[in-house]
């Protein structure tokens, strides 16, 4: 694999994950305002970008594994990096939406109880 196309897949992953965390970051938004049915779409695309990002850092690591060899790349690792941290970012956000979903559930019994 050439160092030009070494630098284009880490750039389409690191352009795919950032759109990832764009939309963590806005479904996080939304569960500050305890609208979840938003903070979920916004995850589903979330989950589309992410998948995306590692089906090219997957098609890499295949082609290497198939004897095609890359150079080592700085930005490439910089890449794989930013896909991994975006990842857990994805995960604890899908985590906190049903954490404050349940939270708020029972806020809601409890005000029911009051009255």
Do not use: P, W
């Amino acid at each position: 694999m050439t160092s030009e196309l070494v630098a284009q897949n880490a750039m389409q992953i690191i352009l795919h994950a950032g759109e990832a965390r764009k939309h963590c970051t806005d479904a996080l938004k939304d569960i500050e305002k305890s609208d979840f049915d938003s903070a979920k779409e916004k995850m589903k695309l979330a989950n589309a970008e992410i998948v995306t990002a590692h089906r090219v850092q997957t098609n890499c690591i295949q082609k290497e594994t198939e004897g095609e060899q890359g150079e080592y790349s700085v930005l490439f690792a910089h890449a794989q990096d930013t896909l991994m941290t975006v990842y857990s970012e994805i995960n604890i956000a899908k985590r906190l939406i049903d954490i404050f979903e349940s939270f708020n559930h029972r806020l809601a019994q409890l005000e029911m109880i009051k009255k």
